[in-house]
């Protein structure tokens, strides 16, 4: 009997070690391709995003365990000098985990470079990325990934009903000691302009952190 209730717990621990999820680390080389070394900017904060969800990485910003946001900020970074993410540096993260213990698995690699000062979004225009990259990360894994894309200038396409107010805020601007601007994108009733002397009641959205108008 007492044989017995010794091999038990011997039983369950080698089956719990047996189903362990693997871990390996991951090391990413980032450097700037001379392609956008023209809008390349020595101040910002680098992202790199570990993802095992099908949207492409950069989308992905609100934390959860399928995407994996590790970043810090980056001041004088030579453009020439490519800066290489690992578990010895110190990051901030959107989730508890060390860049040295990563599950096993198929994940799609990519690395942003935020260096807007307007917008509170990553993907403001202006800034730089990279493509997204396929990694089966099955033993330590050290890839190369280089920034060469460039986020475009954001279109506001007016219609007959809706309009764009851009103007610029001399409190604001005052405040931060250059030019701010504030947006709004006005959407009219449908009876507008078949009676212009008529008035309509007023709804006002208010975008959260990251809304643009």
Do not use: C, H
């Amino acid at each position: 009997m007492k044989k017995f209730l010794i091999l038990i717990p011997l039983f369950i621990i080698s089956s719990l070690t047996g189903f362990a999820q693997k871990t390996y680390s991951l090391k990413v080389e980032t450097s700037v391709s001379d392609d956008v070394k023209q809008l390349f900017n020595t101040n910002g904060r680098l992202f790199l995003f570990v993802s095992n969800s099908s949207r492409e990485p950069r989308y992905g910003t609100w934390p959860n365990s399928s995407n994996k946001i590790f970043a810090l900020n980056l001041k004088g970074w030579n453009i020439n000098t490519p800066f290489t993410f690992d578990g010895s540096v110190k990051l901030s993260k959107s989730v508890d985990v060390n860049l040295d213990d990563l599950e096993e698995g198929n994940y799609s690699v990519q690395v942003l470079w935020d260096q807007d000062t307007n917008e509170s979004g990553i993907n403001a225009p202006g800034n730089l990325y990279s493509k997204t990259i396929p990694v089966e990360l099955n033993k330590n894994t050290q890839i190369e990934i280089v920034i060469d894309q460039v986020i475009p200038p954001t279109q506001f396409n007016e219609t007959e009903y809706l309009k764009l107010v851009d103007m610029k805020s001399e409190k604001v601007s005052k405040f931060w000691e250059k030019e701010m601007r504030i947006k709004a994108a006005v959407l009219l009733p449908s009876g507008y302009y078949k009676n212009p002397d008529a008035k309509y009641p007023v709804r006002y959205n208010i975008a959260g952190y990251g809304g643009r108008y």
